[in-house]
């Protein structure tokens, strides 16, 4: 695929086939993502609808389609060097008929040279040609239309016209040949065709860095203690695999024995390598850096973290932005209109000189290809979200790195966002009668069921105070039933006692137990039973050390910043004071949340959402752009446009900036793009611009485009210039 024209057929064709329910396409990245009822259709069904229109479809990470990868880009090479050596030559049989006087060369030399000209352009129109006819004639066949079909009309008129005049010297096309223009132009276009290629794999190498780290098989340790070499799909949870230094781990699990360094920086952002020994976890698609290690299988498959991570690259890799979605619905009327401008411009000079009439139209229909209006949106992007990826910051939806340049509010969660997600139990208070070491219990029995930070808190305190009592086995016992929780509230369940006799608890906010709220500053949950309030626990939490430092940058970036938090009012702004934001509000329900998000909306704020908890995801949904921290609950990054793998809040600076930066040079490319057409065109229709030079200018158009977005595929830090010393008042 070449430009938004083959992107378009392609979904259509994939949406025309029963049973799929919907197509992307990407014509930057060159993947898509397909959607099908399994009862109406099956994939072959959609891959030969693909193939009717002259592409193969393959599985992103299969490894067929890497060699066909590099199969392409090898014949590429290869069609490039035939063009340029047959163009060397013809422009050697050209130059004689450009610098002589009239008379100077016999008419029979002129005509030798012709021929020669023509023998060696055959291996250019029928080898290094090859690609543009055979796409043009499938959109002819197919009544479809993309970039190749005015390419290749050109190339075809201009050999064709150029033979007429070889073999006719008196005929109307036998004043001048064109086989120097010819070959010319086929080499600019192959040249810049290459390169592009090159440059996206580049800007998209990350994407392709992830999907290809796993291994391709394992050595799996056998019953007897042996060792057998078996492929990586065959593992199971509770496997036992070695992995010696330089391999990827195959699957998320426990290291057993032995001790290495291990590099995680693609999955976590994690710059530095990170030791790991017995008892140890490590994910999939990490890299070990030293040492053997022994490691039992955890997960497998799409439940381990780098499918996860996987699945949200390839999300990005195929949506399209506002922007990109405009040029593509432009892309097929454009390619139209230049196929009338080429008609009517040689209509215009056909009556004066018909072989130049015929180049005029030529030059038209090669100068006015929109590849870099094409492009111009998706390379930058694709450059940008591959620069972020590597530093730690999943982009799930390309629009949102469009969305996020123009914001001008952020707000922040507080519980696991502003602060760590580790809590410490610090005071507990009961009811009279009812003593601490019961409420605990109770407490962590429903906690356990929660992924909340203040749960899993409570849940340890009472398995560390159990264990060291020597009562771990009763807790364990004591389970809760019929447990339901709501978000951004807390969560209740059943204790039964006996046959006749069920319990009812609550544990969570002091409204949702009707709890007295204590005067204080640190985080306080309640625990509640039938009678009313039981016991309340206050818990201490620590500010993340990077939070102040961010803040003070943001705001230096012009961003209005403030706090939405289910926590009580005093702990959520003693922690918002700390960090230096003064707009803070507690004890917020998802509703109130979203209610208050909503009204920034409304008033013409752009906003932005960071949070990780699951009452967060109403509020993340409707924000114009929305992080999640890496160890957010599913539902929290199913409904964000980034996800901030390394959990480091440090990176949303570096983001902003990289949006705007992105942003300006996506206007760069397209003002560039409409400059380079306005420009060029006119001198294509009034003859001043050869096909040589209208290839060139083509291939230069999507050259200057890809490289000026090649600048955001440098790391984030690169992109930084905001000083820590300034602290602008709250």
Request: net charge neutral; hydrophobic share 50%; with cysteine.
């Amino acid at each position: 695929m070449h430009c938004a024209a083959c992107a378009i057929t392609l979904e259509d064709a994939l949406r025309s086939v029963p049973g799929v329910q919907s197509a992307q396409i990407s014509g930057a990245s060159h993947r898509g993502q397909i959607v099908w009822s399994a009862k109406l259709t099956r994939p072959s069904a959609w891959m030969c609808a693909v193939e009717r229109f002259g592409y193969k479809a393959l599985p992103a990470n299969d490894a067929h389609a890497h060699a066909l990868r590099r199969d392409e880009a090898r014949r590429m090479v290869w069609r490039w060097s035939v063009s340029a050596m047959c163009m060397m030559q013809v422009m050697m049989y050209a130059t004689p008929a450009y610098l002589s006087e009239p008379g100077e060369i016999a008419p029979e030399s002129m005509h030798l040279l012709r021929w020669a000209s023509w023998v060696l352009s055959l291996p250019v129109i029928f080898f290094s040609c090859a690609p543009f006819l055979k796409n043009a004639w499938r959109d002819l066949r197919e009544r479809q239309i993309s970039m190749d079909l005015p390419v290749a009309l050109g190339m075809v008129v201009t050999f064709g016209v150029s033979t007429l005049g070889t073999f006719e010297p008196q005929g109307p096309f036998g004043t001048e040949v064109f086989f120097d223009s010819f070959t010319m132009f086929v080499f600019f276009l192959l040249t810049g065709r290459w390169l592009e290629l090159r440059m996206r794999d580049r800007t998209a190498g990350a994407l392709e860095a992830v999907l290809n780290r796993l291994p391709e098989s394992v050595r799996k340790r056998l019953p007897d203690g042996s060792w057998v070499l078996l492929s990586v799909r065959r593992l199971q949870v509770g496997d036992v695999i070695e992995v010696l230094p330089g391999e990827a781990f195959a699957a998320d699990g426990l290291v057993l024995s032995g001790q290495a360094q291990v590099d995680e920086a693609l999955l976590t952002g994690e710059s530095r390598p990170l030791a790991r020994q017995a008892g140890d976890r490590v994910i999939a698609g990490s890299h070990n850096l030293s040492g053997i290690l022994q490691v039992e299988i955890e997960q497998i498959g799409a439940s381990t973290r780098y499918a996860q991570i996987v699945s949200l690259m390839e999300s990005a890799a195929v949506s399209k932005p506002a922007m990109a979605l405009m040029v593509d619905r432009w892309a097929k009327p454009f390619l139209l209109a230049v196929m009338l401008a080429a008609l009517g411009a040689g209509a215009y000079w056909w009556p004066t000189d018909p072989a130049h009439a015929v180049m005029v139209a030529v030059a038209v229909l090669i100068v006015t290809c929109p590849c870099a209006l094409s492009l111009a949106t998706p390379a930058a992007m694709l450059a940008s979200a591959g620069a972020l990826a590597r530093s730690g910051v999943l982009v799930r939806r390309l629009s949102a790195l469009q969305n996020l340049a123009g914001i001008d509010t952020m707000i922040f969660d507080k519980t696991g966002t502003l602060t760590r997600d580790a809590f410490e139990v610090v005071r507990i208070h009961t009811r009279e009668g009812v003593c601490q070491k019961q409420a605990l219990d109770l407490a962590g029995a429903l906690a356990r069921h929660s992924l909340h930070p203040v749960s899993r808190a409570l849940w340890s305190k009472a398995r560390q105070q159990a264990l060291a009592e020597g009562r771990l086995p009763d807790l364990e016992t004591l389970t809760m039933h019929d447990v339901g929780e709501q978000a951004g509230q807390g969560v209740q369940g059943v204790l039964r006692c006996s046959a006749q006799e069920d319990m009812q608890f609550r544990l969570g906010s002091s409204t949702y137990c009707d709890a007295p709220l204590r005067a204080g500053h640190h985080l306080q949950v309640s625990l509640a039973d039938a009678s009313g309030w039981m016991a309340s626990f206050e818990l201490a939490e620590e500010v993340r050390p990077e939070v102040a430092r961010v803040v003070r940058q943001l705001k230096q970036l012009g961003l209005r910043l403030k706090v939405l938090s289910g926590d009580g009012h005093a702990a959520v702004a003693q922690v918002a004071q700390a960090v230096g934001i003064s707009d803070a509000q507690g004890c917020c329900s998802p509703q109130q949340k979203l209610q208050a998000l909503q009204v920034l909306q409304v008033q013409g704020h752009k906003v932005a959402m960071v949070g990780d908890g699951l009452n967060d995801g109403p509020v993340l949904a409707g924000a114009d752009v929305s992080f999640a921290l890496g160890q957010a609950v599913p539902l929290a990054q199913s409904k964000s446009d980034f996800v901030l793998m390394s959990g480091q809040l440090d990176v949303l600076v570096s983001a902003v900036q990289r949006s705007r930066q992105t942003l300006r040079i996506v206007r760069q490319n397209l003002w560039w793009s409409a400059i380079y057409n306005a420009a060029c065109v006119p001198l294509a229709v009034v003859g001043w611009l050869p096909a040589w030079a209208a290839g060139l200018g083509m291939a230069l158009s999507s050259l200057g485009v890809v490289l000026n977005a090649l600048r955001l595929s440098k790391a984030l830090p690169d992109v930084l210039a905001i000083p820590d010393s300034a602290h602008p008042s709250s």
